[in-house]
Structure formats: C-alpha cells, structure tokens
C-alpha cells in the first residue's frame, strides 16, 4: 500500500514538474522561431537611372526579400544576379579590378554571365531580365525553366 502511494506521488510530481518545464520552454522557443513572413508578390522593380550606373561598375538592389546584382559592364552592357553566392547564400559583388563577380566569403569567383568560373561555388548565379524604359532600369524575375 505504501508502495502505491509512493509511486502515485512519484507520478504526480514527475507530471508536474514536466508541465512546469513546458509552460517555460515553450514560450522562449516561441520567442526565438521567427514569425512567418510572407513575401510580397513583385514581378519587376525599378534598379534606378541607367545614367546612373557608370561602365564598369555595379550596385545592389533589393527584389522583394532577394538582393539582386545589377552591373554594367564595360562594353554597356546591363545585366543583373541574383546577388547571394550559390555556396553558402552569402552577399556578392561585382570587382572592377578582376572584371568578375566575386564572393568574399569563399573566394568564389564568377563571370560576367553569372557561370562559376573558380572557388567553391556548386552552380551560377540566378539571372533576371532587365530592360530599359526609358532611361530607367526595370528588373524583372527570370522565366521559370519548363
């Protein structure tokens, strides 16, 4: 009989301190998962004035929550990336000096077409549309492959 109590008691305080331990866990865990977000439906952004843009030089602009590479290349040219290294996502840029998009995390080297030309990188960069309007560069996301 003392034995039943025993382990009744056992049980009960072993289920209360589990509840007790999920009333505080569970709101710091709740606390540090990031809220869903949902990203906004854009189909094609403005870059800025094309007069802007000098040869040989680029700048990053934001493509809803993707940051995107925009360039001009020496001969006009202008092209845009997606702007985060096919490795391990971190941001690239485009090097005047090497003629190259370059990621400085891994050493990851890429062409002026966005193809992997040296360093870690498993694939090439994601190429969106550009066209100009006027004197304004419109971007837009790239066709989805059938």
């Known amino acids: 009989m003392a034995e039943s109590r025993r382990r009744f008691v056992n049980v009960l305080l072993g289920s209360g301190l589990l509840g007790w331990l999920g009333s ?6 709740s606390f540090l998962k990031p809220p869903e977000i949902p990203e906004a ?9 094309a007069s ?5 030089s680029g700048r ?4 809803g929550r993707t940051p995107v590479l925009v360039l001009r290349t020496d001969d006009g040219e202008i ?4 702007a985060t290294c096919t490795h391990l996502d971190c941001i690239v840029q485009y090097r005047d ?16 077409q966005g193809r ?14 550009v066209q100009l309007v006027d004197d304004e560069i419109m971007i837009s996301k790239p066709e989805p492959i059938a």
Not at 24 to 29: D, G, M, N, Q, S
Not at 52 to 56: N, Q
Not at 97 to 112: P, S
């Open 97 to 112: 000096d090497l003629k190259r998009i370059w990621c400085a995390c891994h050493n990851g080297n890429y062409d002026l």
């Open 116 to 129: 992997v030309i040296s360093g870690p990188p498993p694939r090439p960069l994601t190429a969106f549309q």
């Open 24 to 29: 505080i866990l569970y709101p710091v865990f």
């Open 41 to 49: 439906n854009v189909s094609s952004i403005s870059a800025g004035p």
């Open 60 to 63: 990053i602009v934001q493509f």
């Open 52 to 56: 802007e843009l000098v040869s040989g």
């Open 79 to 82: 092209r845009a990336f997606q």
